[in-house]
């Protein structure tokens, strides 16, 4: 289980991006995942994020906040500039992970996406509650433990307030 928590992490970070141009609210956002499955065997989040939080090592978190990513609160916490919601481009991807996302299709406050990575790929739609909150639901292969498998989750983005406090934004 353990391998597959930081591919969990990845996706989960990479969920986020397609928020880019819709008009979000610059500052700290929390997201939390439900709904999660892997090879339709329905995870709990909550024993995932306690597991992945006790088990990160200082050095994993060191490096988790460096890509902008926090495990604080419920979930997961990221922090965006003025210029990153403001940008047509990705700014929750970090560009070493070789990850790619494309925005198939805009219709109103929904989304529809695909996302690429060396060890992950499938689509999704997110939906634009307001600039304060936003859900995504992704599904797709991942393979963290060198054998593929579908995975499914469903993600809600909460603004926290525009200070991001020990939290980096992604550069």
């Known amino acids: 289980m ?12 990479s969920m986020i991006s397609v928020a880019q141009a819709q ?3 610059p500052g700290l956002w929390e997201l ?3 709904n999660v ?11 995932l994020m306690g597991v992945l939080k006790q088990n990160t090592t200082p050095e994993q978190r060191a490096a988790l906040e460096k ?14 500039t003025p210029q990153q919601v403001a940008s047509e481009s990705i700014p929750l991807t970090d560009p070493q992970s070789g990850c790619n996302q494309q925005i198939t299709e805009r219709n109103g406050p929904d989304w529809k996406f695909r996302f690429s990575c060396p060890k992950a790929q499938g689509a999704g739609v997110a939906h634009f509650v307001n600039d304060r909150e936003f859900t995504t639901k992704v599904s797709g292969t ?5 054998i593929q498998q579908n995975g499914s989750m469903e993600t809600r983005a909460v603004w926290m307030g525009q200070d991001c406090g020990a939290v ?4």
């Open 2 to 13: 353990n391998l597959r928590l930081p591919s969990l992490a990845l996706v989960l970070g």
């Open 23 to 25: 008009v979000l609210q």
């Open 32 to 34: 939390t995942s439900s």
């Open 37 to 47: 499955q892997v090879e339709n065997q329905q995870l709990d989040v909550g024993m």
């Open 67 to 80: 890509q902008g990513i926090n495990l604080g609160g419920e979930g997961v916490r990221v922090c965006l």
């Open 142 to 146: 991942f393979n963290a433990t060198g």
């Open 168 to 171: 980096k934004p992604r550069t």
